[in-house]
């Protein structure tokens, strides 16, 4: 789960008495269910171990998967719906975060995005990332060119070329980052054709 919010230290005094609170009033009966649960799913041998993340394209290893379904099996004892909050997925922390940078650049920098004339790629100039960049964010060796080149999956690339201008695929990128294609008017259309 990310997370993502800011905590208000004005309320760290009683954040602190309500976990003191709560600790006083808590025992370990749950974690030691879950361990005996969790051994039980260790032992049993026909147990596939090899369960991939349904939203990862790397085939990455879903390990957690396991101890997630012990824990749909307490929301069902309780008698309680999993909260819209429960993960029900590997989540990719990076792909997440690389994802987010993008969709950033595209929201505020719109202009950086050069629109071919058919309307089916972007040109972006990665190099321009460099002119502004003056903190240390990507470490001394590393430019944000080369972190928002590393970034973009490449199956939004219409090549791989290791070129400062990348060419991206207009709808695989905005699909990817969540954002719609801006609407071309009428106008333009009527206009912009030879």
């Given at each position: 789960m990310k997370i993502d919010r800011v905590f208000d230290g004005?309320?760290?005094e009683h954040s602190l008495g309500a976990f003191k609170s709560l600790l006083d009033e808590i025992d370990d009966k749950l974690f030691q269910d879950?361990?005996?649960r969790f051994s039980n799913k260790l032992?049993?041998?026909s147990l596939n171990w090899a369960v991939y993340s349904s939203?990862?394209?790397t085939g990455s290893v879903d390990f957690l998967y396991h101890a997630r379904e012990i824990f749909k099996e307490y929301f069902q004892i309780a008698g309680i719906r999993l909260p819209?909050?429960?993960?029900?997925l590997r989540y990719d922390d990076k792909k997440e975060t690389d994802r987010e940078l993008w969709r950033k650049?595209?929201?505020y920098h719109k202009e950086k995005f050069k629109s071919s004339s058919d309307g089916t790629v972007y040109l972006f100039n990665l190099k321009?990332?460099?002119e502004y960049e003056i903190s240390s964010r990507y470490g001394k060796e590393r430019k944000p060119s080369d972190f928002y080149r590393q970034s973009m999956p490449q199956e939004h690339l219409v090549t791989t070329s290791g070129t400062d201008i990348i060419e991206i695929k207009v709808d695989s990128?905005?699909?990817w980052i969540g954002v719609d294609k801006p609407k071309i008017s009428l106008f333009k259309k009527l206009f912009s054709k030879k």
């Open positions: 004005k309320l760290e879950f361990i005996v032992s049993d041998d939203n990862s394209n819209e909050w429960f993960p029900l650049q595209y929201e321009e990332l460099d990128f905005h699909k």
